[in-house]
C-alpha cells in the first residue's frame, strides 16, 4: 500500500472519530441506594431444621411446620429472631411446653419473627423451636402450571432459595453464617414425585389416596439457601458413580434420550473432580431435576441440583448447543459453595469463580486445551466489557444494595481468571495441592477470602498477600504496551514493557511473572519478566531474527495487551502461534490495525484452514469488520461448507456488515433455506434484517414460523424486524408479544418492540405499551420492558421504573430497574431530546458506512 493512501485512510478514519459524541465514562459499582453490608450477629447456633409442609399447587399455597434445633451463644438469652417472609404465623412451640399449650408470644412484620422465649436459655444450651403456618409466597417458592394461554405448561412447585429467599416459604436464619442439617417430609398430590436434599428415607401414601410424603435427610451441615424443593410429574432416569446414586428428573414426556443428552457426563463429571479436588463427593447421593420456568440457569441446591428445564435441548440444538457447562458448574458448587459456602455476600466469589474456574477446568479435561483457552476468552471478554462499559470493582465488595448485585461478570468470569492466574503463578502441582488443603481444612465451614490466602501460603510456602491484594481486594486489570528494538548485527532483541491502566483507588500497578516465548528459525526462547514498576524492559540474545514474539504465550494473565509489532508478524501468528488465544487474539488485532489488503487473504486462509473452530469463527467476525468483495466470498464459503455450526452461524453474521450487497444478501437467504442448526438460521435472518436487504422483511416473517430451541430463530427474526424499523411490522411484532405465545419469543418481541419505538411517530403509543408489559407474569418480558425504557430514555416512565425498583419481587430486575432510572435521568440531563440522540445515533451510523464504503473503493484502486 503507498504512503499516500495511507494518509487518506487516516484522514477519514479521524473524521469518523471526530463524529462520535463523547464516550461517556465507566461509571461507579452500586447506586444511590447501596450501602455497607456485614454478616448479621448470631445469637444462636443452629444445628437442624426439620421441615414438615404441604404443597398446594391449585391454591399456590404452603402449609405446615418448621422445627428448628439451636444452641445459646450467650446467656441470658429470652427472644429469638427468625427470617420469615409474609405468611400467617398460626403458633409457635418450644419442645419442653406442654402440648396443650397455647405457644409463645411472637410479633410477625412480614419480614422478622420475634420469639417470646418462656425463659433464659444459658449458653450452650440447646432447645427446638416449631413454627406452624401457611404461606402464600411470591419469591422463593414458585407454583407454575396451565392456564387458558398455556394449557400443556407442566404443573410444579420449585424453590429458588440464593441469595436470602427461602424466609418466604419457611421460617429459618436467611443468612450463610451459619450452617445446619436438614430434614424434609413433604407432600404433595399423588402422582408427583418430591425432590429435596440428601438421602432419600423414602415415601408414604397417605390416608385419602389424595396425597404422598416423601421424606429426606441431609446430614452435612449446610446454609439454609441451600434446602430446596422440586415437585411435579417428573420422568426419573439413575446412573451411578461407584455405587453412589445420580438421579436425573425431567417433566413428564421429556424422555431418556433428551435427558441424557444434557446430564449423560455427569458421572463423568464426578469423577474428574473427585480426582482434581481430592476430596470425594461428600453427600450421600446426587441429584439434578428439571424446573420448569425457572428464574435461572441452575441453582447448586446441597446434593440436589435444580436445573432449567431450558437445558433439555433436542438433537438439532444439539448442533451448536451442549449443557456441559451447566451441568458442570452446579456440580462443583457442591463442594465450592455447599461443602464450603462463603461467610457473607462480600465473599461470594469463593462459590462462584471457584465452580466457574471449575467448570472450564472439566471443558481442558473432556474438550482439550483449545476449548478451555476458547473458554477462557469468553470469560475475558466478558469482565472486560463489564469493567469497560459499566464499572470497576474490587471482587470482594460489602457495598451493595441488594446481595445480587455483586452477581456479575467480576464474580463469574473475573474470579474465574484469578484462580486461572494463580495456577500459573504456582504452577499445576502447587495450585491443586493447596486446593485441596483450603477443602479438606474448611469443609463444613463457612468461609472468607483470608481463609482460602492464608490455605494457599499454608500448603505452597508462597507468601499470597500481594496477590491476594492486587486481584482480589482491588479491581481492575493489567493494561500492558509491548514495544521493541532489534539490533540484527548484535542480533538482540530488547522488549520495553509499560503498564498504562490508570491507577487510582481502585488499580493498583501490578507485580507477576510474565513470560515471553521468541520464535527464530534457529529454535524458540524462553524467558520471564517480573513486572514491579511501570516499565521493565527484557534483552534478549538471538540466533537468528525473531518471527514470532509471544507475550504470555500460555495465555495465563488477564490482560489488555497493546503489542506494537510489524503486520507482517501478525499474519504469521495467525498461523503459526500455537495457542488458540494467541491466534484469536491476533485475528482481532488485524481488523483494528491491518488494512483489508493485507489482511483478508491470511484471515480467509484462517477461517478456511485452522484446525479450531474458535479460531475459524473468530477470523469470520475479523473479516466482517475489514469488509471488501474478496473478504465476502470467504465468508459465503464458510456459511456454506463449514462443518460446524457455530463457525457457519459466526460468518452468516459477519455478512450482516455487507449493506446494499446483493451476493451476500442472496447467500444468506440461501443459507436460511438449506441450513438445519437454529444458531446459524438465527445468525442468517439478524444479518438479513441488520443490512435491510430487499427480502429481508419476507425472511423475517417465514423465520417465525419456525420452532427451536429456546426460540432462538423466532427472537432473531423478531429482532430483524425491530432493527429495519418498518411501521408495518409492529401490529406483527406487538401480536408475539401476547400472553400464550412463547416466553422466550414474547422476550425478543417486546425487545424489538424497544427498537421500533425509536422513531419518534410512534413513540408514545410504543413507550406506553412498553410501561404496561412492566407487571406482566413472565419474568423476562418485564426485564425486557425494564431494560428497553431505560435504553429508550423514557422519562415517562420514570414513575413506574421507580416503583418496579421498589416493589418487583426480583432482586436482579430491581438492580435493573435502578439502572434504566439511571439512565433516563443521565438522559435528561445532557440536555438533548430522544429525537436528538436517536437522530445523533442514526447519523453516526450512516457516516460510519459511508466512510467504511470509500475505504473499501480505496482499497480497491490498489489490490
Keep these: 500500500?503507498?504512503?499516500?493512501?495511507?494518509?487518506?485512510?487516516?484522514?477519514?478514519?479521524?473524521?469518523?472519530?471526530?463524529?462520535?459524541?463523547?464516550?461517556?465514562?465507566?461509571?461507579?459499582?452500586?447506586?444511590?441506594?447501596?450501602?455497607?453490608?456485614?454478616?448479621?450477629?448470631?445469637?444462636?447456633?443452629?444445628?437442624?431444621?426439620?421441615?414438615?409442609?404441604?404443597?398446594?399447587?391449585?391454591?399456590?399455597?404452603?402449609?405446615?411446620?418448621?422445627?428448628?434445633?439451636?444452641?445459646?451463644?450467650?446467656?441470658?438469652?429470652t427472644t429469638v429472631e427468625l427470617d420469615a417472609g409474609p405468611m400467617e404465623i398460626d403458633a409457635v412451640v418450644l419442645d419442653e411446653m406442654e402440648e396443650a399449650s397455647d405457644g409463645l408470644e411472637f410479633q410477625h412484620d412480614g419480614e422478622t419473627?420475634?420469639?417470646?422465649?418462656?425463659?433464659?436459655?444459658?449458653?450452650?444450651?440447646?432447645?427446638?423451636?416449631?413454627?406452624?403456618y401457611t404461606a402464600r409466597p411470591q419469591v422463593g417458592l414458585y407454583f407454575v402450571g396451565p392456564d387458558d394461554a398455556y394449557p400443556d405448561r407442566p404443573a410444579q412447585v420449585w424453590s429458588q432459595g440464593e441469595a436470602e429467599d427461602n424466609h418466604h416459604w419457611f421460617p429459618s436464619f436467611d443468612f450463610p453464617n451459619d450452617r445446619a442439617t436438614s430434614e424434609e417430609i413433604y407432600t404433595v398430590p399423588a402422582d408427583w414425585t418430591a425432590v429435596?436434599?440428601?438421602?432419600?428415607?423414602?415415601?408414604?401414601?397417605?390416608?385419602?389416596?389424595?396425597?404422598?410424603?416423601?421424606?429426606?435427610?441431609m446430614d452435612v451441615p449446610h446454609v439454609s439457601y441451600l434446602v430446596s424443593v422440586v415437585a411435579g410429574r417428573m420422568e426419573r432416569y439413575t446412573d451411578d458413580l461407584d455405587g453412589l446414586p445420580i438421579e436425573y428428573y425431567v417433566p413428564e414426556g421429556t424422555g431418556e434420550e433428551t435427558a441424557r443428552r444434557s446430564f449423560d457426563l455427569t458421572p463423568a463429571m464426578m469423577r474428574f473432580f473427585n480426582e482434581r479436588i481430592g476430596v470425594p463427593y461428600p453427600y450421600a447421593s446426587y441429584t439434578q431435576s428439571c424446573a420448569v420456568d425457572f428464574i435461572w440457569g441452575g441453582m447448586e441446591n446441597i446434593g440436589a441440583t435444580t436445573q432449567s428445564a431450558e437445558t433439555l435441548h433436542?438433537?438439532?440444538?444439539?448442533?451448536?448447543?451442549d449443557s456441559w457447562g451447566l451441568v458442570a458448574h452446579e456440580l462443583a458448587h457442591q463442594w465450592f459453595g455447599d461443602l464450603l459456602t462463603c461467610a457473607d455476600w462480600s465473599h461470594a466469589w469463593l462459590n462462584e469463580s471457584f465452580a466457574t474456574y471449575w467448570e472450564n477446568l472439566w471443558r481442558e479435561h473432556h474438550q482439550g486445551r483449545d476449548e478451555f483457552q476458547y473458554q477462557l476468552i469468553a470469560d475475558r471478554d466478558a469482565y472486560l466489557e463489564e469493567d469497560r462499559e459499566r464499572y470497576r470493582r474490587a471482587l470482594v465488595e460489602y457495598r451493595y444494595t441488594d446481595p445480587m448485585d455483586l452477581f456479575d461478570s467480576h464474580l463469574y468470569p473475573k474470579g474465574s481468571w484469578i484462580l486461572h492466574m494463580m495456577r500459573g503463578v504456582l504452577g499445576d502441582e502447587a495450585f491443586f495441592k493447596a486446593i485441596n488443603h483450603y477443602v479438606l481444612t474448611y469443609r463444613e465451614q463457612v468461609v472468607e477470602t483470608e481463609d482460602l490466602r492464608k490455605a494457599m501460603?499454608?500448603?505452597?510456602?508462597?507468601?499470597?498477600?500481594?496477590?491476594?491484594?492486587?486481584?482480589?481486594?482491588?479491581?481492575?486489570?493489567?493494561?500492558?504496551?509491548?514495544?521493541?528494538?532489534?539490533?540484527?548485527?548484535?542480533?538482540?532483541?530488547?522488549?520495553?514493557?509499560?503498564?498504562?491502566?490508570?491507577?487510582?483507588?481502585?488499580?493498583?500497578?501490578?507485580?507477576?511473572?510474565?513470560h515471553v516465548a521468541v520464535d527464530t528459525t534457529e529454535g524458540t526462547v524462553h524467558r520471564v519478566v517480573r513486572l514491579e514498576r511501570a516499565s521493565h524492559d527484557l534483552t534478549v540474545r538471538l540466533d537468528g531474527e525473531p518471527l514470532l514474539v509471544r507475550i504470555d504465550p500460555d495465555f495465563q494473565v488477564l490482560m489488555e495487551l497493546d503489542h506494537q509489532r510489524p503486520v507482517a508478524e501478525m499474519l504469521r501468528a495467525l498461523s503459526l502461534n500455537p495457542s488458540v488465544a494467541g491466534r484469536i487474539l491476533v485475528a482481532r488485532d488485524l481488523?483494528?490495525?491491518?488494512?483489508?489488503?493485507?489482511?483478508?487473504?491470511?484471515?480467509?486462509?484462517?477461517?478456511?484452514?485452522?484446525?479450531?473452530?474458535?479460531?475459524?469463527?473468530?477470523?469470520?467476525?475479523?473479516?466482517?469488520?475489514?469488509?471488501?468483495?474478496?473478504?465476502?466470498?470467504?465468508?459465503?464459503?464458510?456459511v456454506r461448507a463449514d462443518p460446524e455450526a457455530r463457525v457457519r452461524a459466526a460468518a452468516a453474521s459477519a455478512l450482516g456488515s455487507f449493506r446494499e450487497d446483493d451476493v451476500a444478501a442472496a447467500a444468506l437467504e440461501d443459507s436460511l433455506g438449506s441450513e438445519r442448526a437454529y444458531g446459524t438460521q438465527a445468525a442468517a435472518v439478524l444479518a438479513l434484517g441488520k443490512m435491510d436487504a430487499p427480502g429481508a422483511r419476507q425472511a423475517a416473517r417465514r423465520a417465525l414460523q419456525r420452532d427451536s430451541h429456546r426460540e432462538r430463530v423466532r427472537a432473531a427474526a423478531l429482532e430483524a424486524l425491530g432493527e429495519m424499523g418498518n411501521r408495518d411490522d409492529i401490529p406483527l411484532v406487538r401480536e408475539w408479544i401476547?400472553?400464550?405465545?412463547?416466553?422466550?419469543?414474547?422476550?425478543?418481541?417486546?425487545?424489538?418492540?424497544?427498537?421500533?419505538?425509536?422513531?419518534?411517530?410512534?413513540?408514545?403509543?410504543?413507550?406506553e405499551q412498553l410501561i404496561e408489559l412492566l407487571d406482566d407474569r413472565y419474568i423476562w418480558v418485564r426485564r425486557a420492558a425494564i431494560e428497553g425504557l431505560g435504553e429508550l430514555h423514557a422519562s415517562e416512565a420514570l414513575d413506574r421504573l421507580e416503583r418496579s425498583a421498589q416493589v418487583e419481587v426480583h432482586a436482579r430486575l430491581r438492580k435493573l430497574a435502578r439502572a434504566s432510572v439511571q439512565q433516563i435521568r443521565e438522559a435528561k440531563g445532557s440536555g438533548k431530546s430522544v429525537a436528538e440522540l436517536n437522530a445523533e445515533l442514526e447519523e453516526l451510523r450512516a457516516e460510519t458506512r459511508r466512510q467504511a464504503h470509500r475505504i473499501e473503493e480505496l482499497e480497491k484502486r490498489v489490490q
Design 457 to 514: 501460603s499454608q500448603a505452597t510456602g508462597v507468601n499470597m498477600t500481594r496477590y491476594f491484594d492486587q486481584w482480589v481486594y482491588h479491581g481492575g486489570h493489567l493494561e500492558l504496551q509491548v514495544t521493541r528494538d532489534w539490533d540484527p548485527d548484535a542480533g538482540i532483541l530488547t522488549l520495553h514493557f509499560a503498564q498504562t491502566q490508570e491507577l487510582d483507588d481502585k488499580t493498583p500497578l501490578y507485580a507477576l511473572p510474565l
Design 738 to 767: 401476547a400472553y400464550g405465545k412463547p416466553p422466550r419469543a414474547r422476550q425478543a418481541a417486546v425487545a424489538a418492540l424497544a427498537v421500533l419505538a425509536r422513531a419518534e411517530e410512534h413513540r408514545e403509543e410504543l413507550v
Design 314 to 321: 433436542d438433537a438439532t440444538a444439539s448442533l451448536d448447543t
Design 196 to 217: 429435596g436434599n440428601g438421602e432419600f428415607l423414602g415415601v408414604e401414601e397417605n390416608p385419602g389416596g389424595r396425597t404422598r410424603s416423601f421424606h429426606y435427610r
Design 591 to 638: 481488523a483494528k490495525r491491518a488494512t483489508a489488503v493485507e489482511a483478508t487473504p491470511d484471515l480467509a486462509a484462517a477461517l478456511a484452514d485452522d484446525p479450531f473452530y474458535g479460531v475459524r469463527a473468530e477470523a469470520a467476525k475479523a473479516l466482517g469488520e475489514l469488509r471488501g468483495d474478496a473478504a465476502r466470498d470467504a465468508l459465503i464459503r464458510a
Design 1 to 77: 500500500m503507498t504512503t499516500k493512501l495511507r494518509l487518506i485512510l487516516g484522514a477519514l478514519l479521524l473524521a469518523t472519530l471526530t463524529s462520535l459524541p463523547a464516550v461517556a465514562q465507566r461509571g461507579e459499582f452500586g447506586d444511590h441506594l447501596s450501602r455497607p453490608h456485614y454478616a448479621p450477629d448470631r445469637t444462636v447456633d443452629v444445628e437442624h431444621y426439620r421441615l414438615e409442609m404441604a404443597f398446594d399447587p391449585e391454591n399456590k399455597q404452603v402449609s405446615g411446620q418448621v422445627s428448628i434445633r439451636f444452641t445459646a451463644i450467650r446467656d441470658s438469652l
Design 113 to 132: 419473627l420475634r420469639v417470646e422465649l418462656p425463659r433464659a436459655l444459658r449458653s450452650g444450651e440447646t432447645v427446638t423451636l416449631t413454627v406452624r
